[in-house]
């Protein structure tokens, strides 16, 4: 793919990062400081845990990986259908299942990242870097936010 190589992949990470470190400052803001802080130690320590399971684990999680992905596209549209349901309960429900389908994806992103190191034999290219730091990335985001929601909805 073209655009893993692309001379603009970090400039364009980088520019993602500030913006979206903005816009989660006024999502922050909202919480309580302790539930932003048990939010992100168990955003840590989840995404830790993963990490370990996709890189040492023997079985090809790229199966699960698709399924995943689809369980994400119905839990974005179960979030949209909850904008006009305005259900504490369903976004709670929605909030939970997030947190489990992005700790599978953190596990197939890393054991992905562990295919991609082995095939270039460790000289991994830029863009392809970017990319998948990139998946991480928002994969610790959206579990973050998710937990903010589940330990959150008191505040």
């Known amino acids: ?11 364009m990470f980088l520019i993602y990062s500030v913006v979206n470190g903005f816009s989660l400052s006024f999502i922050v803001s909202l919480y309580l400081p302790g539930t932003v802080l048990t939010a992100f130690i168990s955003s840590a320590a989840l995404f830790f845990v993963m990490a370990i399971i996709g890189v040492v684990i023997k079985k090809d999680l790229s199966g699960i990986g698709r399924a995943l992905i689809g369980a994400l596209v119905g839990l974005i549209l179960a979030m949209i259908v909850n904008v006009f349901l305005n259900s504490g309960l369903f976004d709670y ?11 599978g994806l953190i596990a197939w ?26 998946s991480l990335y928002l994969d610790f985001i959206n579990v973050f936010l998710s937990f903010l929601r589940i330990f959150g909805s008191d505040d």
């Open 1 to 11: 793919m073209a655009y893993k190589n692309s001379p603009a992949a970090l400039p």
């Open 93 to 103: 429900i929605i909030s939970i299942v997030m947190v489990l389908v992005f700790a």
């Open 109 to 134: 992103d890393n054991q992905k990242i562990r295919y991609v190191y082995e095939e270039s034999n460790g000289q991994v290219a830029t863009g392809w870097a970017i990319s998948l730091a990139l």
